[in-house]
């Protein structure tokens, strides 16, 4: 009875001192910027189920209200960042930025963490050239770019030259070259190393659009995540919104809402077909009548 007793307080204990982001609400009420997605954990979610209906539509979603966010029309600059880093902020927006091309918009997926790059790696491609080596006059653009590596989808990486960290030299070449690309893309996603304690973050906010914030469910604490956002609101960059990720599958009160009513509308057509046959008959036609309504 001491040890339960013992192991209880000390599980209250902990979840009262922890002062993560825990769910939706929480980072709403705190950050006051809407929640534009909630991404389960994941192992490999760029594995062999990538494809698997289920587990692209929290991507779906994250783009659909993404897009009802941003001023339609015209071509669209968005970095994408976190506090700190293995957030599955590399994955996200690789996974978003195939979403998108699939659905017909014109995208460039631009590697700008130079220091702890991936999206070359989940591409299976070289590395170089890519973004250090345009920035620095080694080569040109069009060179740089991966074409078509995914439907609608094109690839700048990060580049191979050593050491090489953006700076203020290479502001106005970075401005320029993103303005250079607007004409070719509707969408263009910028990877950017986290936003606490690396320079190279705040340059890619200062010369986009806007931002989306991504929060790993339960990771960092909350003072660390608002000092992120206080760095992007200094930039006068707008933050089109926040993604929570990396959320338990289990916790119900996050990703249970998507999973639940996606599995109730993604039902077999079979099942589909069966409602009307229940509602139409005497025996158990109310029953029918409701589930249909929910």
């Not at 009802?68 to 994955?91: D, I, Q, R």
């Not at 997926?109 to 070359?120: K, Y």
């Amino acid at each position: 009875m001491f040890g339960l007793v013992l192991g209880i307080g000390v599980a209250l204990t902990l979840e009262y001192f922890d002062t993560s982001l825990r769910d939706v609400a929480d980072i709403e009420e705190r950050l006051k910027i809407p929640v534009l997605g909630v991404i389960p954990h994941n192992r490999d979610p760029l594995g062999p189920g990538k494809d698997d209906p289920e587990e692209a539509e929290p991507y779906r979603v994250l783009h659909t209200n993404l897009n009802l966010a941003v001023k339609p029309g015209g071509s669209l600059v968005l970095v994408v960042f976190s506090a700190g880093p293995a957030e599955g902020k590399s994955t996200t927006i690789c996974r978003l930025a195939h979403m998108m091309g699939a659905y017909g918009e014109r995208v460039l997926l631009v590697d700008g963490d130079l220091r702890r790059p991936a999206q070359h790696r989940l591409a299976n491609c070289p590395r170089s050239p890519g973004l250090s080596d345009v920035l620095a006059g080694k080569c040109e653009v069009d060179a740089a770019i991966r074409r078509s590596i995914a439907p609608g989808l094109d690839l700048l990486t990060s580049g191979g030259m050593p050491g090489f960290t953006l700076s203020l030299l290479y502001a106005n070449r970075l401005r320029d070259l993103l303005a250079s690309l607007r004409g070719k893309y509707e969408r263009i996603l910028v990877d950017s190393p986290p936003i606490i304690g690396v320079s190279d973050a705040s340059l890619l906010a200062g010369v986009s659009d806007g931002a989306l914030l991504l929060i790993q469910h339960r990771r960092n604490p909350a003072s660390m995540v608002l000092r992120a956002q206080q760095v992007i609101v200094g930039l006068k960059t707008t933050i089109f919104g926040a993604v929570l990720t990396q959320v338990p599958r289990g916790s119900g009160e996050d990703y249970g809402y998507y999973t639940q009513a996606y599995s109730y509308y993604s039902g077999s057509s079979s099942e589909a077909d069966d409602h009307p046959k229940r509602s139409s008959s005497g025996k158990g036609g109310s029953r029918g009548d409701s589930l249909d309504l929910k």
